[in-house]
């Protein structure tokens, strides 16, 4: 039972694209929404997060948007670079463990 | 790194063997997670505990065991009943002492000899 679905599950852009990853819930009951970077042989860190009442949050060059209607949050990621090359977790919590989306990697070329 | 270290960094397991996986976090946080993830499959919950000498089970929990005797460790065992061991395993803590889980060590890979 998959709570969190993610897309695509990879993604080439060129340097300076903005690769755009999406997510979909079931659970209306969720009410936090984190994503994560994670490279190769290291954990996951928290790159941005949101919860349902904002319907966009901005961090840097990353931007949540969220539509709570359509149970749906995506991830862009603005003037791409190579160092953003890394595997993108999308997930989702009602206060206690989170849950994950299955990843996407992003490879971004020069 | 950051206030949450696993060791050791690679195990192997051999037949039959447990095996135990280290988190230790030095953040005074008091909810710790463990977390098993399999390539293309994201990250799943196996145990987690919110206090010290308390811990529940998560979403995969069979063939693994865990204790939480002191606030800043929370061991893994892998038991011989898990017939297939090979993961990244990885211990998280939240920030800030809230319930949802955002600082992950830097996980332990076991694999099967």
């Known amino acids: 039972q998959q709570q969190v679905k993610q897309s695509p599950q990879s993604l080439i852009v060129q340097k300076g694209g903005i690769p755009i990853i999406n997510c979909a819930y079931e659970?209306?009951?969720?009410?936090?929404f984190p994503w994560y970077q994670q490279f190769p042989g290291k954990g996951p860190a928290l790159l941005i997060a949101?919860?349902?009442?904002?319907s966009e949050k901005k961090e840097g060059r990353f931007t949540i948007s969220f539509n709570k209607s359509a149970k749906q949050f995506s991830l862009h990621i603005m003037d791409s670079q190579p160092g953003d090359s890394a595997t993108y977790f999308c997930?989702?919590?009602?206060?206690?463990?989170?849950?994950f989306g299955k990843g996407t990697t992003l490879s971004v070329s020069s | 790194d950051g206030g949450i270290t696993q060791s050791p960094k690679y195990l192997f397991r051999k037949e039959g063997q447990n095996v135990t996986l280290s988190c230790e976090q030095n953040?005074?946080?008091?909810?710790m997670y463990w977390y098993r993830q399999d390539p293309g499959q994201g990250l799943r919950l196996i145990y987690y505990?919110?206090?010290?000498?308390?811990?529940q089970k998560g979403d995969i929990a069979e063939g693994y065991s865990v204790s939480r005797e002191k606030k800043e460790s929370f061991p893994l065992t892998v038991t011989s009943a898990q017939k297939n061991p090979t993961a990244f395993y990885l211990c998280?803590?939240?920030?800030?002492?809230?319930?949802?889980?955002?600082?992950f060590g830097d996980g332990t890979r076991l694999s099967i000899l």
């Open positions: 997930a989702a919590s009602q206060g206690t463990a989170l849950i």
């Open positions: 659970n209306t009951a969720f009410d936090y």
């Open positions: 949101i919860r349902p009442d904002v």
């Open positions: 953040l005074n946080h008091d909810a």
């Open positions: 505990s919110q206090i010290v000498n308390d811990f």
């Open positions: 998280a803590s939240p920030f800030q002492g809230g319930n949802q889980p955002q600082h």
